[in-house]
């Protein structure tokens, strides 16, 4: 079974400069699917970020870009030019199939906190 | 339109009660998702529907019941609950198959206290 691990419970930046989540994940897959979806407080989860494992280019979406690391199975988040609503929950998860039907796994999330 | 909508936004039930948690989705999605969500913890799946068949359950205990009558409608029934099942609990819902770009979209969530 595939697995996603999340190591920092929680994070801190500064308003306007950059911070990297980390995730690490475990599967046999070779082509496969990761996310990172951001939770904002009392808000609905959203899509931040895709990456597509048999593209060797990392995925960027605006500030929002990844450090993807196939043979270390490691799919860092960096968040350049913080700003006050990037503070969230930021869960990595793994997009796996069972069944016929896909299913996400997900990291345990990081708690982002971005200071004024 | 790329909403889901969840309703109602909070619910607050006894151990005896019956009620039903409802989802919506009119993005023609195919797949649609049942997690609960503890505070501060990932969301745990639940139920996964594709083309209106119950495709996954995720050992999940049978006061809950999940019911998708349309392609559009997701329900969740429960009864009998215990006030450990309190929670958020989130709908989602995606294309069917396997293509990249199946970004699961999730709804505001449901907050379930079970006193």
């Known amino acids: 079974a595939q697995t996603v691990t999340q190591s920092q419970p929680e994070m801190s930046v500064q308003e306007a400069e950059t911070v990297t989540l980390s995730c690490t994940y475990d599967?046999?897959?070779?082509?496969?699917?990761l996310f990172w979806y951001k939770q904002p407080p009392s808000r609905q989860m959203i899509l931040v970020i895709r990456q597509e494992a048999y593209k060797q280019q990392n995925a960027t979406e605006n500030r929002f870009s990844v450090n993807f690391q196939k043979a270390a199975k490691s799919f860092s988040l960096k968040i350049s030019d913080s700003q006050l609503g990037d503070a969230a929950m930021y869960f990595c998860a793994y997009r796996a199939f069972q069944g016929g039907s896909e299913k996400l796994v997900f990291g345990k999330g990081t708690k982002l906190t971005v200071n004024p | 339109d790329t909403e889901v909508t969840q309703t109602p936004k909070h619910l607050v039930m006894g151990m005896t009660n019956k009620k039903s948690l409802k989802c919506e989705q009119h993005?023609?999605?195919?797949?649609m998702y049942w997690y609960k969500q503890k505070a501060k913890k990932p969301p745990e799946l639940m139920f996964v529907y594709s083309y209106e068949k119950l495709s996954i359950n995720e050992s999940v205990p049978s006061r809950f019941s999940p019911e998708c009558p349309n392609s559009s409608l997701l329900n969740l029934h429960l009864h009998a609950l215990q006030p450990e099942d309190s929670a958020l609990y989130l709908c989602?819902?995606?294309?069917?198959?396997?293509?990249?770009?199946?970004?699961?979209?999730f709804g505001p969530g449901t907050r379930l206290t079970v006193l």
């Open positions: 993005m023609g999605h195919r797949a």
């Open positions: 989602a819902s995606s294309r069917s198959g396997t293509s990249p770009y199946n970004e699961q979209f």
């Open positions: 599967t046999s897959e070779s082509d496969y699917y």
